[in-house]
Each structure stands twice: as structure tokens, then as C-alpha cells.
């Protein structure tokens, strides 16, 4: 594909994960009417498409820089987001792995026996679990963007588009306030009762700030220019000239000798 086509494809990529938006923002929609279940359908399921088409845009993005790639002859700038996908991938099966072994090893205290009153027990029980694995996998979250910020930061060198090393710059802010406000969930849970749904409000903070690393990239992306082709110049080459050979006359276009000096036909003077 060309530079012009792969430049479609990141910016509608851009476009499309920042409709993502829309499912955090259902997030906090969610937790702001907990007892309607109309608006509860509703916002999970307008969450669940804008999900969709985020992971469509998501597709669409590895696509492009798979072309980028290809057309600034630099492997590295799909490869950085091959490496980040696989080390995530493994990092995050690490800790889920972990998270199910310190629920089975609490299991006794987060599901008690008597059923009558372990609602407040299981629910305060689980918050503090997610408070203290939730930063891990901030972290491994960071993983990702790490990489991503290395493939934009060597794509705006190569297209010469500052606005994607300043988005790379909003996107790993936005990882790092993840990070930051998961840390002071798990703080707070030692000292006051929250629940999952005020988590998963705050945490919908450092999705915006990446939302905003989104637009930057989306701006970016439509101002990728195709290279110009240097102009092809041909030498020139001096060819000697060759004395005539023939002497055309003037008044009547007949052919005379070179050193004629009147016209054979005509007879006017050459």
C-alpha cells in the first residue's frame, strides 16, 4: 500500500479508538444512576459497540504501521508494537495468574460460610484484592504504551510529523496517571470503604488523557506527506557536429552540391 492509503487507514484508526471514549464515559454514567436498570442496559450497551469499533480501530492501526513500516524501509516501527503486544500479553497472563492464586488463597475471608451477612464482607473483601492487583497490571499496562511511544516517536522521525512524539508523550502520561490513581485507591481502601464502580470511575481519568494522545494522533496521521520523487536529470552529451552534406537552395528547395554556388535548377545564387 501506498503512503496515501496507509495514511487513511491510522488517521480512520485514530478516529476509531477515540469513540472508545464513549464506553469509559458509560462507565461513570453507570455509577452515577446504579439503580436504573433502563439506563444500565442502555449505557452497557452503547459501551459494548463503541468497544467494538475501538478494537476495529485497533486492527486498523496495527495495519498502517505494518505500511509505514514498508514505506520508510524501518522495520522497527512495527516490530516495537509486535514486541509490546507479546510481552504484554505474557506479563498480563502472569499477573491474572497471580490474582487467581491470592483470591484462592483468601477464599475463606472473601466468601464466608454464613450467607446471611457476607454481602458487605465479600464486597469490601474483593475491593482491597483489586486495590493492591490493579496497579500491577497499571503497570503492565505501561508495557504496551512504552512501546507505542517508541514506534511514534520513530514514525515522527521519519514523517517528519512532531505532533506524533507529543502524542506518545500525552499517551504514557495518561498510563502513568493510571498507575498513580490505582496506587491511591489501594491506599484509601485501607482506611475507608470504596467500591469497585468509584475504581473504575477514576480510572476512566487517564483513559481521557490517552484519548487526548488519540486526537494529536489523528491529526498527525492526515498530515503524513508522500515523499517527493527527485527529479530524474539527463546529461547532456556534446555530439559532434557533421558538415552538411547537401546545400539546399533557398528559391526553389532543390538539392545542389555543399560547394555550389549557384542553384542547378533555378540558377539563383546560393
Known amino acids: 500500500m501506498t503512503i496515501e492509503s496507509n495514511r487513511s487507514l491510522g488517521g480512520i484508526a485514530a478516529v476509531l479508538t477515540l469513540l472508545g471514549i464513549f464506553s469509559q464515559l458509560s462507565t461513570i454514567f453507570r455509577y452515577a444512576f446504579p439503580n436504573s436498570l433502563a439506563l444500565d442496559i442502555l449505557f452497557s450497551g452503547a459501551g459494548s459497540l463503541f468497544g467494538i469499533l475501538a478494537f476495529v ?32 500479553i505474557v506479563a498480563a497472563i ?25 454481602s458487605p464482607q465479600i464486597s469490601s473483601s474483593m475491593t482491597r484484592i483489586f486495590g493492591y492487583i490493579l496497579p500491577i497490571f497499571g503497570l503492565v499496562g505501561v508495557i504496551w504504551v512504552a512501546f507505542n511511544v517508541k514506534a511514534f516517536n520513530l514514525l515522527s ?44 470511575a477514576l480510572l476512566t481519568v487517564g483513559s ?22 527527485p527529479v530524474q536529470t539527463v546529461p547532456l ?33 546560393l
Do not use: E
Request: hydrophobic share 55%; with cysteine.
Open 94 to 118: 502472569i499477573v491474572g495468574i497471580i490474582f487467581v492464586l491470592v483470591i484462592l488463597l483468601n477464599f475463606a475471608s472473601i466468601f464466608p460460610s454464613s450467607s446471611a451477612s457476607s
Open 208 to 229: 481521557i488523557i490517552q484519548d487526548v494522545a488519540w486526537v494529536l494522533f489523528a491529526m498527525a496521521y492526515f498530515r503524513i506527506q508522500a515523499p517527493v520523487a
Open 157 to 200: 522521525d521519519k514523517s517528519k510529523v512532531p505532533f506524533f512524539r507529543i502524542g506518545a508523550k500525552v499517551l504514557l502520561a495518561g498510563a502513568i496517571a493510571n498507575i498513580v490513581l490505582a496506587i491511591i485507591f489501594a491506599v484509601a481502601g485501607l482506611y475507608v470503604s470504596l467500591s469497585l464502580n468509584a475504581l473504575l
Open 237 to 269: 552529451i556534446n555530439v559532434p557536429l557533421v558538415s552538411g552534406q547537401v546545400k539546399y537552395c533557398t528559391h526553389c528547395g532543390a538539392p545542389n552540391q555543399p560547394d555550389a554556388l549557384y542553384c542547378t535548377r533555378c540558377g539563383q545564387k
Open 57 to 88: 480501530g485497533f486492527i486498523l492501526f496495527l495495519i498502517a504501521m505494518y505500511g509505514f513500516s514498508k514505506d520508510y524501509n524501518d522495520h522497527r516501527i512495527f516490530s516495537y508494537l509486535l514486541y509490546g503486544i507479546i510481552i504484554t
